[in-house]
């Protein structure tokens, strides 16, 4: 048997990438030998810095502005991307936002961006990507989630309901598009990102991400070595499953 954690020859797609656990996994990815499409929404210089230090390392990269929010635009940065690369092999969802705010001050306005961003831009990503790979009979999906959309968490209703919405979504395309396209998820446990610090979060929030058995937040290129494994051939038996990078914050 021979697999391999290379991503030579092919391409990945990966949905806010100019930060955080998107730009770690850009960078992975870039090293591991993908060509790497940075999405970006309206952060030029972030996104060309990712650009300039995947070429620094001897890789392929590109930067696409887009709101993969929007479904015109979503259907865009997928038609832009294929323009310039030909093919998508692998599409990381990781594009996201947080909010915390007590149920009862959430208003529509929050509940629709939420809904659209973390877990929208997912139906709207694979919608115009798997096309594509079902064409070429072969791909890989991975998604973003969270493990508060395994427990969810006071304060935090519409984002633990947009990152559940991301599970149920990857476990019902992975049985559709399988054996051809592999779609997994990832839900990491709090990582130390522009999102999440322990300088911003209430002292109950703290309490909790910290009181896990590992005793601290995750690292972005941690979370990026878990979507590795699922984007490469090591993880080819790996279908519907939803991954765990979180320090012991959830066994399941
Ligand atoms: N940091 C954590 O503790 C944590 C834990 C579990 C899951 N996650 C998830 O990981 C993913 C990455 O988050 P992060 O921690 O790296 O934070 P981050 O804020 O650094 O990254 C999120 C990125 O998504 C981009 N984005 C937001 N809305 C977008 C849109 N409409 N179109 C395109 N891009 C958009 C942002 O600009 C940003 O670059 C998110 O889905 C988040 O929910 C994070």
Request: aromatic letters at 6%; a negative charge.
């Given at each position: 048997m021979s697999v391999s954690l290379s991503l030579a020859g092919q391409t990945a797609l990966i949905t806010g990438a100019a930060t955080g656990i998107g730009r770690a996994t850009a960078l992975l990815f870039a090293q591991a030998?993908?060509?790497?499409?940075?999405?970006?929404?309206?952060?030029?210089?972030?996104?060309?810095?990712?650009?300039?230090?995947?070429?620094?390392?001897?890789?392929?990269?590109?930067?696409?502005?887009?709101?993969?929010s929007d479904p015109v635009d979503a259907k865009r940065l997928v038609m832009e991307a294929l323009q310039s690369v030909g093919h998508i092999h692998v599409l990381v969802n990781n594009a996201g936002i947080l909010q915390e705010k007590p149920f009862l001050d959430t208003t529509d306005a929050d509940w629709q961006r939420m809904i659209a961003t973390d877990l929208g831009s997912v139906f709207l990503m694979c919608r115009a990507v798997l096309p594509g790979m079902v064409a070429q009979g072969s791909g890989v999906i991975v998604?973003?989630?969270?493990?508060?959309?395994?427990?969810?968490?006071?304060?935090?209703?519409?984002?633990?309901?947009?990152?559940?919405?991301?599970?149920?979504?990857?476990?019902?395309?992975a049985q559709e598009f399988a054996p051809t396209i592999r779609v997994n998820a990832i839900a990491p446990g709090a990582v130390a990102t522009a999102m999440v610090s322990l300088e911003q979060m209430s002292p109950e929030w703290m309490e909790k991400e910290l009181d896990i058995p590992l005793h601290r937040l995750g690292e972005a290129q941690?979370?990026?070595?878990?979507?590795?494994?699922?984007?490469?051939d090591l993880s080819r038996f790996y279908c519907g499953q939803v991954l765990g990078p979180n320090g012991g914050s959830v066994m399941p």
């Open positions: 030998g993908a060509r790497v499409v940075v999405n970006h929404w309206n952060q030029p210089e972030d996104a060309a810095a990712v650009v300039h230090a995947i070429e620094a390392l001897g890789g392929q990269a590109l930067a696409i502005s887009a709101d993969v998604n973003i989630a969270s493990d508060l959309g395994i427990t969810g968490r006071a304060q935090f209703a519409p984002y633990c309901t947009a990152k559940a919405g991301v599970i149920g979504l990857t476990k019902s395309l941690e979370i990026a070595a878990t979507a590795l494994f699922l984007a490469s």
